[in-house]
């Protein structure tokens, strides 16, 4: 798979509060993506709830992956008031903790770049 060049990855990964409600972890799944299909500049958005049987995710539930053209973008997103009010009202009050990871990726060896 060669991947474009202008792409640019924000991995996300959350673990909540042990009893966060069923409903309450669908309505946060859905309005990120309602986040991301309504910034312009976000590229891509996937995710999911891990499924792993290597039990190595130390408490992490969900993955979400979103795709900007450059870091550029993804700082805009990251101040951006839709983002913010995203994190405040439905991360802040449920999240025990995030990891975040943000990468350019590479292109599979001995493919042009």
Known sequence: MVEPA???RHVVLFEFHPG???ATLRSIETAFL?????LSFVQGFEW???SSPEQLDHGFTHCFIVTFAGPGDRDAYLVHPDHVAFCRRHLD???K???VVD???EP???TPS
């Open 97 to 99: 903790q995030v990891c």
């Open 20 to 22: 966060t409600p069923e």
């Open 93 to 95: 009050p449920n999240l």
């Open 108 to 110: 599979e060896p001995g």
């Open 103 to 105: 990468f350019t990726p």
């Open 48 to 50: 999911g709830r891990n």
């Open 6 to 8: 202008n792409r640019y």
């Open 34 to 38: 309602a986040l991301c299909r309504g």
